[in-house]
């Protein structure tokens, strides 16, 4: 069974313009999770969707945006970049959303490498 | 909102000792993870508990929910453990899952 892929895997844009990260779990996971991971802040939950619905966010601005489809392949969105979005995105799929009290395995796509100049 | 702490920050270990890697919460939570990243970034999810004890080879998760920590175990540490592990919760009031810092590895031959 194929793993998470990512996509693109390496990514530099300049501020002000926007990004589309792409991320197809493994096949039959529903739910998919956004990581944002920098050296200063470490891993940060970004938002989690499940069947097409976003079920949870973190606590980040709302340049930040994604969306899933009806295959379950999600994409993120960030718009009017910053230096500080320079960092690696993760996503990660399960069979379950990661709500209280569901304790289902998350397996980790390679992570998009995004630079911001 | 759950802060998360782990310790050591970082451990450099000969090969072959045992290796005690620990997560406190300060929030009940529905589960915790213990996740391992190689350089380059690849994170693989290692255990995922609410409760008691879980064995995977030579790597050992336990959870004292009344405590609120966990711990990791390396027994028969070899360079190949060398990575970041990090510990990561669900639940307690928070979206998602919330991270500690990691503790960074080193198994020296």
């Known amino acids: 069974k194929a793993g998470v892929t990512q996509t693109p895997r390496y990514l530099i844009k300049t501020r002000g313009q926007q990004v589309t990260l792409s991320c197809s779990p493994i096949?039959?996971?529903?739910?998919v999770s956004w990581y944002q991971q920098t050296p200063g802040q470490g891993l940060q939950f970004l938002f989690e969707?499940?069947?097409?619905?976003?079920?949870n966010k973190g606590n980040f601005p709302g340049r930040f945006s994604g969306r899933q489809f009806s295959n379950s392949r999600s994409e993120m969105n960030v718009s009017t970049l910053e230096l500080g979005d320079s960092a690696l995105y993760l996503c990660?799929?399960?069979?379950?959303?990661?709500?209280?009290?569901?304790?289902?395995?998350?397996?980790f796509g390679p992570g998009t490498r995004l630079t911001v100049l | 909102k759950n802060e998360v702490e782990q310790s050591p920050q970082n451990l450099t270990a000969q090969e072959g000792e045992f290796i005690t890697i620990n997560c406190s919460y300060s929030v009940g939570i529905s589960a915790l993870h213990w996740l391992q990243q190689h350089p380059g970034g690849g994170i693989v999810s290692l255990f995922m508990l609410s409760s008691g004890k879980k064995k995977h080879g030579r790597l050992i998760a336990t959870i004292n929910i009344q405590e609120k920590h966990s711990s990791l175990h390396i027994t028969a540490s070899h360079p190949r453990d060398s990575a970041v592990y990090i510990c990561?919760?669900?639940?307690?009031?928070?979206?998602?899952?919330?991270f500690g810092k990691g503790t960074h590895l080193i198994i020296q031959p």
């Open positions: 990561a919760v669900t639940g307690g009031g928070a979206d998602g899952l919330t």
């Open positions: 096949s039959g996971h529903r739910s």
């Open positions: 990660a799929s399960s069979q379950v959303p990661l709500l209280a009290g569901n304790t289902d395995t998350q397996y």
């Open positions: 969707y499940f069947s097409e619905t976003q079920r």
